[in-house]
C-alpha cells in the first residue's frame, strides 16, 4: 500500500513539474492556485451553459443588450 501513495506522489511531482515547464520564465500568476482552480471551474460551468462571451467585441455587445452573467 505504501508503494501506492509514493507512486501516486511521484505522479503528482511529474504533473507539477510539467505544468512549470510550461510557464513562461517572466510569468508571475496574479492569482493562487486556489483562486486559479476556482475561476477554471467558472469558466468550464459558463462553457457548458453556452454563456460564455469571448473577446471585447462579443462582452461589449452582450453588455449593450443587457444581458447578465
Known amino acids: ?13 511529474e504533473k507539477e513539474k510539467k505544468k512549470t515547464l510550461a510557464l513562461a520564465p ?8 486556489k483562486l486559479c482552480k476556482r475561476t477554471l471551474k467558472l469558466v468550464r460551468k459558463a462553457a457548458e ?5 469571448r473577446g471585447v467585441k462579443e462582452v461589449v455587445k452582450s453588455i449593450r443588450r443587457g444581458h447578465k452573467g
Open 1 to 13: 500500500m505504501g508503494s501506492d501513495s509514493e507512486a501516486e506522489k511521484s505522479h503528482q511531482k
Open 26 to 33: 517572466i510569468a508571475k500568476p496574479l492569482a493562487g492556485k
Open 49 to 53: 451553459h453556452k454563456c460564455l462571451k
